[in-house]
């Protein structure tokens, strides 16, 4: 295809994405409304369920304000030659590509995040302020910001600089020296991300001896689950919300509380939360997470071999000297549609994995303190009870609540 052809598919593409998720964004919202399912009716009240209408209907019409900004600005870089002008300013300052590269890319990431900054701050010092769950200061607020571009900076321009010199050494092959890194690099942050990772943004400790701690070894050791690690995350530093994950495997497998979800349930039920990520683990959902993302890694950088010394897919961007870098913004929005297509079916196995891990819970704990757990958070978070089944099938990596008690209480 030539590159004139390439721009309106690129075109086309940016613009039908957004077209979709507008209508499936609208069709959710439709349903806010609904009536709250018979098995939920103890979630909300009358007012709680009129407030969480209003945060979901919020957070709605903030999300096409920026979603067709976002629009707006990437059409605006590829008709104005914005890319190029981009790609000029790297030359400038460096005829080496690696370091044209990261002054691209840079210029586009930080250019990008100090424009949506507004809109960032927005969002959380008014929108979640105004619901009651914002706890971040505006110090925090940009504190995060420059550990961010800081983190970006070391990992992302290394990983960036050492793939475009494998290009250089290797040609076309690039792509699985490129693997290789991209691999080991995933498998060190699934298993150090925690200890890495976490204490640079939050602060975590041991959980403290008690009845909790001790219940939680019991079931741990009940399922022969060997637990030495279980750490409490300050998330009350950032927001009201409270969540659980694990992480790692082996000797580095660890579950992290925050602290939020200690204050916000009972033990039994916060045992009841850990079941669900025991179930995971025993049910291998992280050594499938893992090897499925090396995988689709390694295919997409194979499909990235056979574009990326084809000029026409920098001209498509608008970038007159065809370059590594441009070819790669150009390759990423001509991927997406199988971006998509990818993320729905983990989607959709990731919703099959918690029901599997809720299984799992209730086998070896028990049904009900889960179903009151999923309950509660729901209800913290004023999450959506009556969600629409397309936007469910698109982007909903978990069950809605109504068919996680259902399929608890069968």
Do not use: C
Not at 11 to 18: G, P, S, T, Y
Not at 147 to 157: D, E, L, S
Not at 159 to 165: D, N, Q
Not at 325 to 344: C, D, K, N, V
Request: no cysteine; glycine share 6%.
């Amino acid at each position: 295809m030539t590159a004139s052809s390439l721009f309106y598919v690129i075109i086309a593409i940016l613009v039908i994405e957004f077209v979709i998720e507008t209508i499936l964004d609208y069709l959710n919202s439709k349903r806010y409304r609904d009536p709250i399912p018979e098995d939920l009716q103890d979630v909300f009240d009358a007012d709680e369920y009129q407030k969480s209408q209003n945060y979901k209907m919020m957070n709605y019409k903030f999300g096409l304000l920026t979603s067709g900004f976002s629009l707006l600005l990437t059409l605006g870089f590829l008709i104005f030659g914005g890319f190029d002008w981009l790609d000029g300013i790297a030359r400038g300052i460096s005829d080496n590509s690696i370091i044209m590269a990261l002054v691209f890319f840079a210029s586009i990431m930080i250019g990008s995040d100090i424009i949506t900054t507004p809109f960032a701050y927005y969002k959380t010092f008014v929108i979640e302020e105004k619901f009651g769950f914002n706890k971040t200061t505006k110090t925090t607020f940009l504190l995060d910001k420059l550990k961010g571009y800081i983190m970006m900076a070391i990992i992302g321009g290394g990983i960036t600089a050492l793939i475009i010199w494998f290009f250089e050494w290797a040609g076309t092959d690039f792509w699985i020296y490129a693997w290789v890194v991209v691999s080991v690099f995933t498998l060190i942050m699934n298993l150090f991300y925690s200890r890495l990772i976490v204490p640079l943004f939050n602060k975590q400790k041991p959980l403290e001896e008690g009845s909790l701690k001790s219940k939680i070894e019991s079931y741990a050791q009940k399922v022969g689950f060997e637990l030495k690690n279980v750490f409490v995350i300050d998330g009350s530093k950032r927001s009201t919300k409270a969540n659980a994950y694990f992480s790692g495997f082996g000797k580095e497998k660890r579950v992290t509380l925050y602290d939020t979800l200690i204050n916000d349930l009972e033990e039994d039920e916060i045992v009841a939360v850990l079941a669900h990520e025991v179930g995971h683990y025993k049910r291998n959902h992280i050594i499938f997470n893992i090897l499925s993302s090396v995988l689709l890694m390694g295919f997409t950088l194979f499909l990235l071999s056979l574009f990326i010394n084809n000029p026409e897919i920098s001209k498509a961007i608008g970038v007159s000297q065809p370059s590594f870098h441009a070819a790669l913004i150009g390759f990423g929005i001509l991927y997406s549609p199988f971006s998509e297509l990818t993320g729905l079916i983990m989607n959709y196995l990731s919703r099959k994995f918690e029901f599997q891990a809720d299984d799992y819970a209730k086998h070896t704990f028990a049904a009900m303190p889960l179903v009151t757990s999923l309950k509660k958070l729901s209800k913290n978070s004023l999450s959506n009870l009556t969600p629409h089944p397309a936007y469910v099938f698109m982007h909903y990596s978990h069950p809605p609540l109504i068919e996680r008690v259902k399929n608890l209480k069968a």
